[in-house]
């Protein structure tokens, strides 16, 4: 698992950004229109949030936005395999993001199960109380400021798809917190002597010696 070919795998990082980058707009994109169109109606009631709209706004979105980062990071380090601040970087946003896609998924899992469990009733708090307890399932006696056709499977739906995309998110980043690892001969994967060539490669480059024969002839 802990292996880098110095050839093949930029061109490997770089699709991983490319495709860490995709993933966290779609998952954004989707958070947001789940927002725009169910959930910013829960928290107009006494402001009361429920558990899925913190779960599905908040930690998706940030989810979203730091793996379009964490892509990022990856794209550029692919390009520059030497640079000691560049791996650093991917090693730090690869394992937040990991760690964040991580609580992401697991969070939407919840939230999905609280729904299901409940029959959406916490879809239905911006609708005006009645005495019928108000159903997602059915929601045809409920007098809500929202349109609620098909509110229940829409936001499953949508949420089902945020959850899978916070997984692939979360194994992209652990992918590539295992590249930073390879790149700085961190355990566990120390003994990839990766490190060691791209040092030797960064000395003979024609840069590098230009830089030594400076500092061995400063008058020249």
Not at 81 to 104: E, P, R, T
Request: charged share 15%; proline share 4%; net charge positive.
């Amino acid at each position: 698992m802990c292996t880098f070919d110095k050839d093949k795998g930029p061109r490997r990082l770089m699709k991983k950004g490319l495709t860490l980058i995709l993933v966290g707009h779609i998952n954004f994109i989707l958070g947001a229109i789940v927002h725009g169109n169910v959930l910013r109606h829960i928290s107009k009631p006494s402001q009361h949030i429920t558990t899925e709209y913190t779960v599905a706004n908040i930690i998706s979105v940030t989810s979203g936005l730091l793996s379009i980062a964490a892509g990022i990071i990856a794209i550029v380090v692919s390009r520059n395999l030497h640079v000691l601040k560049l791996q650093i970087g991917l090693l730090i946003a690869s394992f937040l993001n990991a760690l964040l896609s991580a609580a992401c998924c697991t969070g939407l899992l919840l939230a999905i199960s609280i729904t299901v469990a409940h029959n959406g009733e916490g879809l239905m708090l911006g609708c005006n109380d009645t005495m019928v307890p108000t159903n997602a399932r059915s929601p045809v006696s409920a007098r809500c400021p929202f349109d609620t056709t098909r509110i229940y499977d829409t936001t499953l739906a949508l949420w089902v798809t945020c959850a899978l995309l916070a997984a692939v998110e979360a194994g992209l980043s652990l992918w590539c917190f295992i590249v930073g690892l390879v790149l700085r001969g961190l355990a566990p994967c120390g003994n990839s002597y990766i490190k060691e060539q791209l040092e030797e490669e960064a000395e003979s480059s024609p840069h590098s010696r230009r830089l030594i024969g400076q500092r061995l002839n400063p008058d020249a």
